[in-house]
């Protein structure tokens, strides 16, 4: 039995013309969520062809240009056509109005334009990767990245296209929790999904910009040979790395934000209690949005800045950490005491605050200078990079896929397969990125193509790793491409939570709500001797 028809967003027009010129917001979350999962599977294909190439020392799958090109083609790939769009683009354009009880978001015909700049700015910087391969990794450092003879221009410009569907997706959410919040929805009552978008909104409005800026100007170097950051022409690299990462690091948390809020109403929704510390969690998500601009420079230790500059730098970063570790003690004490139901959504929210704690901790150890210059360019890097990046970025994506997958297709999945592949994925990240700090410290630097032999055995495990993380997403796109279409129906509100996007039909209808919602208390209020476990 299927879903009534005519009540479904899905049914509302059949064709694929009607869904590439959808007002809809819900259609346009599901088209984000398509395309960056699409973006998720290319960019894993180059992680297993870096690891695959890093089993033996010396040459195994490709030569030195090679791997560089594709160690910039995983990276580019990964950050900006992934983690950067996936849960604000994919889950925050199907929710956010949802939950807020409104219709749509407050400019929908914009909404449609992000998809679609999204989408050309996506196929400019792929015909670059494969024209000509830009070399330079996904920081485009200068003067490298205006000087090499790859073609770095086109993926530019393509990452600068992105931007702006990054920059109107942000506008969209802040006019849409200022102005189309339902009567009674005051800012004390907004869900803390909601929240965490809404923050992440102000850092994309605010940062993205720049990023366009310096894109541009490395742009006009190599195309007029302006002495802007080459230093040969009386340029400035160091300007270059100040613009970049007073981009990048706030971009950190247009990551990391979101996926914060998705941890914060699955764990409420799991242990069946409302969430321990409301407002300190939205203070501390405002908190990580304000401070995530004043960090940027310790990703310079190593630049020549100033020791003042730098002890300033490592302690607004360690500031960020007072606020993570507010969210992190707020989700243990809803987990505390709580009817837990052991279900994919909470196994990844647990690896994802393994993953945020571990590797935060660790990022409190490179904000100071010390350890960071012993660290610098090693795989140290990159291990805390995926374990904060990636790792908690993944985490929160495969939660909030497998908890608002009922919600978006009104249909439930086979949960014992789901369970399996989640602690699968779990334990395959812990063994491809454990090996990796380890070669860190025994001084392996990052981007190497090859190696001493000494450090072949960590690779090995590294890559064997890699290789469970493939089977478990391999067998998620199995059990969820199966469930759309013979997955059992799951009603409206199949896991029994209170959160407010499920007041709506599951699939919601294509204007949310026949009747607008009320808002009497606010979101999570659980009555735990009346409310049953979920099904």
């Known amino acids: 039995m299927s879903p009534p028809a005519a009540e479904s967003y899905l049914s509302d027009g059949r064709t694929v013309w009607s869904w590439l010129t959808t007002h809809d917001h819900k259609r346009i979350g599901v088209m984000f969520l398509g395309l960056t999962l699409f973006f998720f599977l290319v960019g894993g294909l180059f992680a297993l062809a870096l690891r695959i190439e890093l089993l033996t020392p010396g040459r195994t799958l490709m030569g030195h240009l090679a791997y560089n090109r594709m160690f910039t083609l995983h990276g580019v790939t990964m950050v900006w056509l992934f983690m950067i769009p996936a849960i604000p683009s994919a889950f925050g354009n199907f929710l956010v109005p949802l939950m807020i009880g409104a219709r749509d978001v407050a400019f929908p015909r914009l909404n449609l334009a992000s998809v679609y700049l999204y989408v050309l700015g996506a196929s400019v910087t792929l015909w670059g990767m494969f024209e000509g391969g830009a070399d330079t990794g996904w920081t485009f450092y200068t003067p490298y990245s205006t000087t090499t003879g790859t073609a770095v221009l086109p993926v530019l410009v393509g990452v600068f296209i992105i931007g702006f569907s990054t920059i109107l997706t942000g506008l969209n959410f802040i006019a849409t929790v200022h102005t189309l919040r339902a009567p009674g929805l005051t800012w004390m009552k907004v869900p803390l999904f909601v929240w965490a978008i ?60 979101p996926s914060m809020g998705v941890i914060s109403e699955a764990v409420s929704a799991f242990s069946r209690k409302n969430a321990f510390s409301y407002r300190m969690i939205v203070y501390s998500t405002l908190g990580i949005a304000f401070v995530g601009f004043f960090t940027w420079g310790h990703h310079m230790f190593a630049s020549g800045q100033s020791t003042f500059g730098s002890g300033a730098f490592g302690a607004m970063s360690m500031l960020v950490a007072i606020f993570t570790a507010i969210k992190i003690f707020s989700w243990l004490g809803t987990l505390y005491r709580g009817s837990i139901a052991i279900e994919s959504p909470l196994i990844y929210t647990l690896g994802f605050m393994f993953f945020l704690f571990f590797g935060g901790m660790i990022g409190v150890a490179y904000a100071t200078t010390s350890l960071n210059l012993h660290w610098h360019d090693t795989y140290s890097v990159v291990a805390h990079f995926h374990f904060i990046m990636v790792g908690a970025t993944v985490m929160a994506f495969l939660a909030a896929l497998h908890y608002w997958f009922p919600k978006m297709f009104g249909r439930c999945f086979p949960a014992k397969l789901a369970n399996g592949a989640a602690v699968l994925i779990i334990f395959g990240f812990i063994a491809t990125f454990v090996p990796q700090f380890l070669l860190g410290n025994l001084g392996m630097p990052r981007r190497y193509a090859d190696y001493p032999p000494h450090f072949q055995s960590l ?66 209020e659980y009555a735990r001797e009346e409310v049953p476990h979920a099904a």
């Open 198 to 257: 809404y923050g992440t909104a102000i850092i994309q409005v605010l940062a993205t910009p720049v990023l366009g800026m310096v894109l541009l100007l490395v742009a006009l170097e190599r195309v007029v040979g302006a002495g802007i950051f080459d230093p040969a022409r009386g340029g400035d690299p160091i300007l270059f790395q100040h613009l970049f990462w007073f981009y990048s690091h706030p971009a950190v948390y247009i990551m990391v934000l």
């Open 459 to 524: 690779h090995v495990a590294s890559t064997a790793g890699a290789s469970l993380l493939a089977f478990g997403f391999v067998a998620i796109a199995f059990y969820l491409a199966w469930s759309l279409r013979h997955g059992e129906v799951s009603g409206d509100n199949p896991w029994g939570s209170e959160g407010f996007e499920w007041r709506s039909a599951s699939p919601p209808p294509t204007h949310n709500f026949h009747v607008t919602p009320e808002y009497p208390t606010g979101p999570h």
